[in-house]
């Protein structure tokens, strides 16, 4: 096989594995491959196997090393402030480095079974004037950082990370899926003050906001596109793998609806109600984190969000008007790719442990893409 530069990401979730390999040095080269959905998760290895086959085979290139994209019901965020005082100098990244440090300490050892995935400083205050980016050439005594951690169970990481072993893989690092969407999606669609991206996914939701470029939240709540497919085995009285099925064709199967006995009204009422509860939930999140709805764009997307789309949106009692984004394996890799390779200026980069002789600091991140 050829050697080009390439990069793959895969983006696991609990339903359904999308991947993406791009070529860095041709733009328009790229390359999609996809699993059916699942349920059932014991034979993950041979799916993933299948995908990287594919994606070798179309790229000409061994895949030995990729960018991992995960969700899960048990992920969080949490936000710390720190403060030191300085001499006066001119500030330093090594003075950001410290505070960065000791707050990353500070949540490894309250939360012992997760994994840091990302490090967000939301703003520097600075002899209390505030930045939201990191100053160039300022002197400073008195510096304050309020900093954002998203967080993995340290199980599933290990979990996944066995599993692409077992294909002879390294995974250079993981991000979380919603997180890296969210700041693709905002940008591409130039959304700027208050806005909130929803995540439905099969069996979790998660609600991402921002203001401008500044992350409020990241909430994750234990309810997903599965719960309507429960839902609607229990009302309907059919089986799961039925109720999926009709629960994802349920707006294209009208001309059929009096040749079957599944009542087409009480399936979407079905839906549009555990949707309206799913919203509403979201809603409840962002308030109880001290904002108000009435500011807030929302953006609904995931692979629980499939069965619906801007169409149907009279059809849903809330509050607040929501816009239905489709999205496609294409969309969710890109995301990563983008994510991987363009300019976070919030962002601090974790350096992947494979990379040896550098400084103290340096092995364990580096600042900014």
Same mark, same amino acid.
């Given at each position: ?6 990069? !793959? ?49 179309? %790229? ?9 994209? @995960? ?82 169970? !340290? ?21 979380? /899926? %919603? ?37 409020? $939240? ?14 609607? /085995? ?57 904002? !108000?709805?009435?500011?807030?764009? $929302? ?8 069965? $619906? ?7 849903? /009692? ?13 969309? @969710? ?37």
């Amino acid at each position: 096989m050829n050697k080009e530069n390439f990069q !793959t990401f895969f983006d696991c979730g609990v339903s359904k594995i999308r991947a993406g390999t791009f070529n860095i040095n041709k733009n328009n080269e790229s390359f999609y491959a996809e699993s059916e959905f699942f349920t059932d998760q014991s034979n993950l290895e041979l799916k993933i196997q299948k995908i990287v086959s594919s994606l070798e085979k179309e %790229s000409n290139e061994y895949i030995d090393n990729i960018c991992l994209m @995960v969700d899960s019901p048990k992920m969080f965020s949490v936000g710390i402030s720190l403060s030191k005082k300085l001499d006066g100098s001119e500030l330093k990244q090594a003075n950001i480095q410290f505070l960065v440090q000791e707050a990353k300490q500070q949540i490894l050892k309250h939360y012992l079974n997760y994994d840091i995935v990302h490090i967000i400083i939301n703003n520097y205050k600075i002899d209390s004037v505030d930045y939201p980016y990191f100053p160039d050439q300022i002197k400073c005594e008195f510096i304050s950082l309020d900093i954002f951690f998203i967080c993995l169970p !340290t199980d599933l990481v290990i979990y996944l990370k066995k599993i692409f072993s077992k294909s002879n893989i390294f995974v250079d690092q993981i991000i979380c /899926s %919603s997180y890296v969407k969210s700041i693709n999606y905002k940008d591409h669609l130039n959304l700027s003050g208050y806005v909130s991206f929803i995540d439905v996914g099969f069996v979790k939701t998660s609600v991402t906001s921002y203001f401008d470029d500044k992350i409020l $939240l990241l909430d994750v709540l234990p309810i997903g596109g599965n719960h309507i497919t429960k839902d609607i /085995s229990q009302i309907l009285q059919i089986d799961l793998e039925r109720s999926e099925h009709e629960k994802h064709n349920f707006d294209h199967n009208l001309k059929i609806a009096n040749e079957e006995d599944i009542s087409i009204d009480i399936l979407q009422k079905i839906i549009f109600a555990r949707t309206e509860e799913i919203l509403e939930l979201c809603a409840k999140s962002i308030k109880s984190n001290s904002y !108000t709805m009435d500011n807030f764009k $929302l953006v609904l997307m995931g692979e629980g969000s499939k069965i $619906l789309d801007n169409q149907h949106k009279d059809k849903i /009692s809330f509050s607040n008007d929501i816009d239905f984004l489709e999205e496609t394996s294409e969309d @969710v890799c890109r995301s990563g790719f983008k994510f991987r390779t363009g300019i976070n200026k919030k962002e601090v980069v974790m350096v992947p442990k494979k990379q040896i002789k550098q400084g103290f600091f340096e092995k364990l991140f580096h600042f900014f893409r």
